[in-house]
């Protein structure tokens, strides 16, 4: 567990590739996950009338965090970027407001550089 102060936290680029190497996601296999991901999301848009999940949100991390056409240039990927996570209010009723965009930043829009 990751102790986050209110007002968030930033880390650096490879904390999120760290992340991913705990569950077995890498430049290799990230594009059998997003395959399936693709699948799964598909399937359950076809038997839910709401397809506003985690999934979706996840398969844009994935795909923003392991861009096919620079598999050869994770170093300089995660040297560009920082991570910021940001605690989730479990009172407010919207808690699926997850942006890939915004967890994985260019280091001038965050606050603080741990």
């Known amino acids: 567990a ?51 999940t985690f999934l979706p949100a996840l398969q844009n991390l994935i795909y923003v965090a392991f861009p096919p056409h620079f598999a050869t240039q994770m170093a300089v990927i995660s040297q560009r970027y920082r991570v910021h996570l940001q605690p989730v209010d479990a009172k407010k009723k919207n808690t699926n407001r997850f942006d890939p965009g915004e967890a994985f930043v260019p280091p001038s829009r965050t606050k603080n550089w741990n």
């Not at 705990?22 to 038997?47: R, Y």
């Open 2 to 52: 990751i102790a986050i102060p209110p007002d968030g936290i930033s880390k650096p680029g490879q904390f999120l590739y760290d992340l991913f190497n705990g569950l077995q996601i890498n430049f290799t296999t990230a594009p059998l996950v997003l395959e399936v991901l693709d699948k799964t999301i598909l399937a359950l848009s076809m038997q839910l009338s709401s397809t506003r």
